[in-house]
């Protein structure tokens, strides 16, 4: 479990690198989160709590929206939270759920392997980043049309 070390009045930097495996648990999110975490920030004693910010970072597996294929990405969050001056022991603040938590909320919105996606072929089911599969996809149902040009992101 990921601590951090304070000290009365003053700020302290720190920074760490472990595995999520081992910060969070062997069963965190299973594998969408896997390999080496890195987390840099600091600790400051600003009277009524103390304040820690700074930046995580993890890689980030998962199954693209539009064309199904497994893909990464880095993540990279800034936090700051403050903690009340009782959660404190021995110098140390647990920051285990502080930084789990940033991790699940970095999860963005859309799951695309890249910005321009072009998905799969809606005739045969083709992953058209691979290139043209041939189909004709000009029968399209006119209801559908309009949206042939909209961009979805
Ligand atoms: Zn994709
Ligand atoms: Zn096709």
Excluded at 33 to 51: H, L
Excluded at 78 to 105: G, M, N, W
Excluded at 134 to 139: F, I, L, N, R, T
């Amino acid at each position: 479990m990921p601590h951090v070390q304070t000290t009365k009045g003053g700020i302290l930097p720190f920074e760490f690198g472990a595995t999520t495996e081992k910060l969070f648990g062997e069963d965190f999110a299973d594998d969408e989160f896997s390999g080496d975490v890195k987390v840099f920030g600091e600790v400051a004693d600003v009277g009524s709590c103390f304040v820690v910010r700074g930046r995580i970072e993890c890689q980030r597996n998962f199954t693209c929206d539009r064309c199904l294929t497994q893909a990464t990405e880095k993540i990279s969050s800034k936090f700051a939270e403050e903690f009340d001056k009782s959660a404190v022991i021995d110098d140390l603040i647990d920051v285990t759920e502080l930084l789990r938590d940033e991790l699940l909320l970095s999860r963005p919105m859309k799951n695309l392997c890249k910005a321009d996606c072009k998905g799969l072929c809606p005739v045969c089911g083709a992953n058209l980043n691979d290139g043209e599969c041939g189909c004709d996809k000009a029968v399209i149902n006119p209801k559908l049309a309009v949206l042939k040009d909209f961009k979805f992101d």
